[in-house]
């Protein structure tokens, strides 16, 4: 599920480090939540029953840097949040970024969503969404074309890791999302006035995946070499 809001780019470049600077939509800065279910995660090649499942989430903010003379584009991953204490423990040294514990309470039911979650230093996340026919018409994107297009090519992630930047890419085999319509959304990282001042930031939209057959693939760590 991708929880997405519209931010002014201003306050959004505060919060980004080099070489990151905020991917534009309609002059607005997007930013999110990915919640994502994930299952017999294992290395390629290994059987199933030694994978793991865990629910996650991660506050995303779509991004562009220039690299060795090209424009490339993808998401900053300022946190992750994770129910599997595996990730936690070891985040930013096996996987990518420091994951953060979190509590999560997930209820799905004739398609329609609830999910919420409360992580190690307070931060919390809450939504209600049922799956809809119809994209939201007051969202920026206006067509659920717009937006799968818009987070399909910025399949590329990179989270802080101490002075650097660690990097995966998501490659699907097949992609496809739904819209959901959202009745509840809370995010108190993203309501945080001291980060997005009032009025800086809003709502905008969300959309669903399911069943997406995929691959993890490490990429090579962007160092920060600001004093």
């Not at 480090?17 to 090649?45: H, N, Q, S, T, W």
């Not at 840097?65 to 424009?71: A, F, K, Q, T």
């Amino acid at each position: 599920m991708l929880i997405n809001f519209v931010a002014d780019s201003e306050f959004v470049q505060k919060i980004l480090p080099e070489p990151f600077r905020p991917k534009l939509y309609e002059g607005k800065a997007i930013v999110g939540i990915c919640l994502i279910r994930l299952k017999d995660i294992k290395p390629k090649g290994f059987p199933n029953f030694i994978g793991v499942n865990s629910e996650n989430g991660a506050h995303r903010i779509a991004v562009e840097w220039n690299e060795n003379g090209e424009l490339k584009e993808g998401v900053y991953i300022p946190r992750r949040d994770t129910n599997l204490k595996l990730n936690s423990l070891i985040g930013g040294r096996i996987f990518p970024g420091k994951h953060y514990f979190a509590k999560f309470n997930v209820q799905e039911e004739n398609n329609n969503y609830h999910l919420d979650f409360t992580s190690s230093d307070n931060t919390t996340i809450e939504i209600d969404a049922k799956l809809s026919d119809k994209f939201d018409e007051n969202s920026i994107f206006k067509t659920i074309e717009n937006v799968s297009n818009f987070f399909e090519n910025g399949s590329v992630g990179y989270s802080p890791n101490g002075k650097n930047y660690e990097g995966l890419k998501l490659e699907t085999y097949n992609w496809e999302v739904k819209p959901l319509q959202v009745s509840n959304v809370k995010s108190s990282f993203f309501e945080d006035e001291n980060i997005f001042p009032k009025g800086s930031i809003k709502f905008d939209n969300a959309i669903l995946m399911e069943n997406i057959e995929h691959e993890w693939k490490s990429l090579k760590t962007i160092k920060n070499h600001c004093s």
